[in-house]
């Protein structure tokens, strides 16, 4: 089994900026597509970025000029740059992997699909 954990979140003054992480930790041979989902209280969780295998990235209208992401194959790791924080970007931000491969043995793998991290909070406020 694979385990996804985020860190990095906090409070923040609008303007200011964080570095969410999030690592998968399981003996992986693949990742496919990594994302950053957004919730904000009573409301839906939401696609931020997703950045897929070859390093291609994808954001939302909303954050696009604000927040960055990429990821490093070799550590199994996923990094959100958020910069230019508005109030409205505040809530819990989760970490999801679409499909993984993970060795069940020597030369066996097992695919594992629709993958999520325990959430960080962001608060963006004065």
């Known amino acids: 089994q694979v385990q996804l954990v985020e860190s990095g979140g906090g409070l923040v003054q609008p303007g200011g900026s964080l570095r969410l992480s999030c690592t998968a930790s399981?003996?992986?041979?693949?990742?496919?597509?990594m994302g950053w989902y957004h919730q904000a209280p009573g409301k839906q969780r939401e696609l931020v970025a997703i950045?897929?295998?070859?390093?291609?990235?994808n954001v939302a209208d909303s954050v696009k000029g604000r927040f960055t992401i990429s990821r490093d194959n070799a550590k199994n790791t996923m990094v959100l740059q958020m910069g230019s924080l508005k109030p409205e970007d505040s809530g819990v931000y989760f970490c999801h992997v679409d499909r993984l491969q993970l060795w069940a043995s020597e030369d066996v793998l097992n695919d594992q699909y629709d993958v999520w991290g325990q959430g960080t909070q962001v608060t963006v406020s004065s």
């Open positions: 950045v897929d295998s070859a390093g291609s990235t």
């Open positions: 399981g003996n992986i041979f693949n990742i496919n597509n």
